[in-house]
Nanobody, 116 residues
Framework: QVQLVESGGGLVQTGGSLRLSCTAS????????MGWYRQAPGKQREYVAT???????AYSASVKGRFTISRDIGKNTVHLQMNNLKPEDTAVYYC??????????WGQGTQVTVST
């Protein structure tokens, strides 16, 4: 079974940067979208950013201009560069892939904490 493993989370001060990575344990065939979601304490999981298999990107309004999603095809890895972090970005960040059959793959999550 394919696993998605996130890394790169941690504690950073307001205005700082972090780079999250998500690596698939094996190739997920026919991936249509790759992306990141986050869940803050007491809140529902929310969409952050996605990239299609044609490299089209999209971002939530709250992170647009500060976060950048990218991928390394050869390493089955998706990255999320997060700049100018704010306390409201504090959450567990989850990697997500979806294939052409609509099958969803999720990582276990990585904690991002932004201090004031």
């Amino acid at each position: 079974q394919v696993q998605l493993v996130e890394s790169g989370g941690g504690l950073v001060q307001t205005g700082g940067s972090l780079r999250l990575s998500c690596t698939a344990s094996s190739v997920i065939f026919n991936v249509v979208t790759m992306g990141w979601y986050r869940q803050a304490p007491g809140k529902q999981r929310e969409y952050v950013a996605t990239m299609t298999n044609r490299d089209t990107t999209a971002y939530s309004a709250s992170v647009k201009g500060r976060f950048t999603i990218s991928r390394d095809i050869g390493k089955n890895t998706v990255h999320l560069q997060m700049n100018n972090l704010k306390p409201e970005d504090t959450a567990v960040y989850y990697c997500h892939n979806q294939d052409k059959n609509g099958v969803d793959y999720w990582g276990q999550g990585t904690q991002v904490t932004v201090s004031t």
